[in-house]
């Protein structure tokens, strides 16, 4: 069993091509999508149509939550730029986009074989906007766990790759799809490395292992589809794609 792991795709359908045909080169059973799909980039309507294409399970990360309930987005962030970003998305949306995000779960376990087991969710098991980071202390990893356990345990929202151990399960995050982050920022301003990340966790012969991949993303495609957008972080996006 071979599970493709993406989180944060972010309206970013030019990264999302890329990492799917990745997926496809390296072969797997199943694709789960980690949350955060449609907001702060360029193209939500493809992204969301290449998901439903794909007919993966969803989880529901905080910016999905954002988009059905507009005044959560407050309890979270009060620049005002990202606060645009997200109500241009949803000023984009049909109703089956509304629903189609209506369907995401919070969180979702998955049998790799009959000793291993994957739970997924976006932030932590608790909270979607909750971040669980390689330097998160084993005490308070425990907290945020919520008395949930897997062989292996891997959820997105920090646009950081990680893998770690705590209390031998392993804690994975695939990165982001379509805004991956060079460092940890606590809600600062990023800078994006130049490629798209996923991860893939296996199952055989009793063991289990975890791949972080890193797929290369046209730089010209990222540019042109942000001209072709009027989203308030254009500016912002195309000062790093420069």
Same mark, same amino acid.
């Given at each position: 069993?071979?599970?493709?792991?993406?989180?944060?795709?972010?309206?970013?359908?030019?990264?999302?091509?890329?990492?799917?045909?990745?997926?496809?080169?390296?072969?797997?059973?199943?694709?789960?999508?980690?949350?955060?799909?449609?907001?702060?980039?360029?193209?939500?309507?493809?992204?969301?149509?290449?998901?439903?294409?794909?007919?993966?399970?969803?989880?529901?990360?905080?910016?999905?939550?954002?988009?059905?309930?507009?005044?959560?987005?407050?309890?979270?962030? !009060?620049?005002?730029? $990202?606060?645009? &970003?997200?109500?241009?998305?949803?000023?984009? =949306?049909?109703?089956?986009?509304? *629903?189609?995000?209506?369907?995401?779960?919070?969180?979702?376990?998955?049998?790799?074989?009959?000793?291993?087991?994957?739970?997924?969710?976006?932030?932590?098991?608790?909270?979607?906007?909750?971040?669980?980071?390689?330097?998160?202390?084993?005490?308070?990893?425990?907290?945020?766990?919520?008395?949930?356990?897997?062989?292996?345990?891997?959820?997105?929202?920090?646009?950081?790759?990680?893998?770690?151990?705590?209390?031998?399960?392993?804690?994975?995050?695939?990165?982001?799809?379509?805004?991956?982050?060079?460092?940890?920022?606590?809600?600062?301003?990023?800078?994006?490395?130049?490629?798209? !990340?996923?991860?893939? $966790?296996?199952? &055989?012969?009793?063991?289990?292992?975890?791949? =972080?991949?890193?797929?290369?993303? *046209?730089?010209?495609?990222?540019?042109?589809?942000?001209?072709?957008?009027?989203?308030?972080?254009?500016?912002?996006?195309?000062?790093?794609?420069?």
């Amino acid at each position: 069993m071979r599970v493709a792991l993406i989180s944060d795709l972010h309206a970013n359908a030019v990264a999302l091509d890329a990492v799917l045909a990745d997926i496809a080169r390296v072969g797997v059973d199943q694709i789960v999508c980690l949350g955060d799909v449609a907001t702060l980039g360029p193209r939500p309507d493809l992204v969301l149509d290449r998901l439903r294409s794909l007919g993966c399970p969803c989880i529901q990360g905080n910016h999905d939550a954002f988009l059905l309930d507009p005044q959560l987005i407050h309890t979270y962030t !009060e620049a005002q730029v $990202v606060v645009d &970003a997200v109500d241009w998305c949803r000023a984009r =949306l049909t109703s089956r986009d509304i *629903d189609f995000i209506r369907s995401f779960v919070s969180t979702l376990e998955i049998a790799l074989d009959e000793r291993s087991t994957l739970f997924l969710f976006h932030g932590t098991p608790r909270s979607h906007m909750e971040d669980l980071l390689a330097t998160t202390p084993p005490d308070e990893l425990d907290v945020m766990l919520d008395g949930n356990r897997g062989t292996v345990m891997a959820g997105g929202h920090t646009h950081i790759q990680m893998l770690r151990q705590h209390r031998g399960m392993l804690m994975v995050n695939p990165g982001s799809v379509g805004l991956p982050f060079r460092e940890y920022v606590a809600g600062g301003a990023p800078t994006l490395l130049d490629h798209a !990340e996923y991860a893939t $966790v296996s199952a &055989a012969a009793g063991g289990v292992s975890v791949e =972080l991949h890193r797929v290369p993303v *046209d730089r010209a495609a990222l540019r042109d589809a942000v001209r072709a957008s009027d989203n308030p972080l254009s500016a912002m996006l195309l000062q790093q794609y420069a």
